[in-house]
């Protein structure tokens, strides 16, 4: 019997991998599964999933994590408060089947360690990232010349620059191939998602950011390629369906039964277009974090996380996302954090020069 903790289960990942579980059979169970704000819904899963659940406050979590003897964590907390629960489980030994790209971002070179010290795997659930660590097994690290992670666009691909200075949350919300939680289709819409997805290849896969592409596909079937030395470039391709990654990590190295249907490939042309750095100046924000080191990754995402939750509460426009996250990372940025404990005080100083440059409008 394999036994999995689902944290966040009442997010999209969350109930993504419930589902899983139940198509995997009766050897799987869902052993414990946590939420924040939706309590009912929660207690609703556990009964259908014959599950254990416990009040989210962050001690009893870890404590939770710590004690239960499953085998797999699902890590499907939406943003920063995914990073402690991460570390719990691969100080336990367990496997991290990660969703919660921030975890990555924030401090994915000191979980490494702490993998590498206890015999934990840490496995994406991220498409593009499931999609890369599949591919890499394909071929020498040496002989890998180029990710490339794909982007649908977001719900605002097809809109006019100039239109999107009005654009709403209800508008941003419309994912155009993905169903997802609020804060990551927001940052769909302005490719601070593609932006993370960047940060986290670059610690994940040990690469420069110089090594890492992001190109535009709206079809949302090929989820990364790589390009090896003599040029071939080799793809990932299958339906927009997060219940796949999630499976591979659950069972990997296995593989077992698709848990969707196949994705029918005469449907539509694929197609790849450059994004568009003016209408998405989140991903070159992203890749200058991302060569400028640690500190300005985990300012990316904690400027861009104050900002997704102004706009969504209608107090910042939409453009105006893009426009506080550079004026935070234009502070001076204290040096690389070397801990946990650093980690977690560079990313509250992002979050309160956000918080003032957004009270003061001087940005
Ligand atoms: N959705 C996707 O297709 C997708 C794909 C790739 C990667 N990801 C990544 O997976 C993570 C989850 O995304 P999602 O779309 O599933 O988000 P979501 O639908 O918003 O769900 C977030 C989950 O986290 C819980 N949560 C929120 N704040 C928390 C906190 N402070 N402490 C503990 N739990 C908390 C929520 O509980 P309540 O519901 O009770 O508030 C909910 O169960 C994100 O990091 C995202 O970038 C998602």
């Known amino acids: 019997m394999k036994k999995v903790i689902v944290l966040g289960a009442t997010g999209t990942i969350g109930l993504n991998t419930l589902s899983v579980i139940e198509h995997l059979g009766s050897d ?4 414990l599964i946590t939420a924040f704000s ?5 207690e609703q899963l556990a009964r259908q999933y014959n599950a254990r659940t416990f009040t989210t406050d962050s001690e009893t979590m870890l404590k939770e994590i710590r004690e239960s003897d499953a085998d797999i964590v699902v890590n499907g907390i939406a943003g920063a408060a995914g990073l402690l629960p991460s570390f719990e489980t691969v100080r336990c030994g367990k496997r991290l089947a990660l969703a919660n790209k921030e975890t990555i971002v924030m401090a994915g070179a ?11 795997e840490i496995i994406p659930v991220d498409s593009e990232h499931a999609a890369l660590f599949e591919l890499q097994r394909t071929a020498a690290p040496n002989q890998i010349r180029k990710l490339i992670i794909t982007a649908s666009g977001g719900a605002f691909r097809d809109t006019p620059l100039e239109e999107l200075t009005h654009v709403t949350p209800e508008q941003a919300l419309h994912h155009p191939t993905w169903k997802m939680g609020p804060k990551i289709t927001v940052d769909s819409a302005t490719m601070a998602n593609k932006g993370l997805e960047v940060i986290e290849a670059v610690y994940l896969f040990d690469r420069r950011p110089d090594e890492i592409e992001v190109l535009i596909h709206p079809q949302s079937r090929i989820h990364a390629l790589i390009q090896t030395a003599e040029g071939t470039f080799t793809a990932q391709i299958s339906a927009p369906d997060m219940r796949i990654p999630i499976q591979n990590a659950l069972t990997y190295p296995e593989k077992a039964a698709a848990p969707s249907p196949d994705t029918d490939l005469t449907a539509e042309a694929l197609t790849f ?3 568009d750095p003016r209408k998405y100046p989140m991903l070159p924000l992203a890749f200058r974090a991302a060569k400028s080191g640690l500190s300005a990754a985990i300012t990316y995402n904690a400027a861009n996380e104050i900002a997704v939750a102004a706009f ?10 893009a426009r506080l996250t550079e004026a935070v990372l234009n502070k001076p940025l204290p040096p690389a954090p070397a801990s946990l404990e650093e980690v977690l005080t560079v990313d509250a100083c992002a979050r309160t020069a956000a918080d003032q440059l957004l009270a003061s409008k001087a940005f």
Do not use: M, N, V, Y
């Not at 799987?28 to 052993?31: E, F, K, L």
């Not at 490494?112 to 206890?118: D, F, I, P």
């Open 28 to 31: 799987w169970q869902a052993d």
């Open 38 to 42: 939706r309590k009912t819904e929660l």
């Open 110 to 120: 000191l979980l490494k360690t702490e993998a590498a010290r206890s015999g934990a």
């Open 273 to 275: 277009t450059r994004p």
């Open 312 to 321: 969504l509460g209608h107090r910042l426009p939409f453009l105006s996302i």
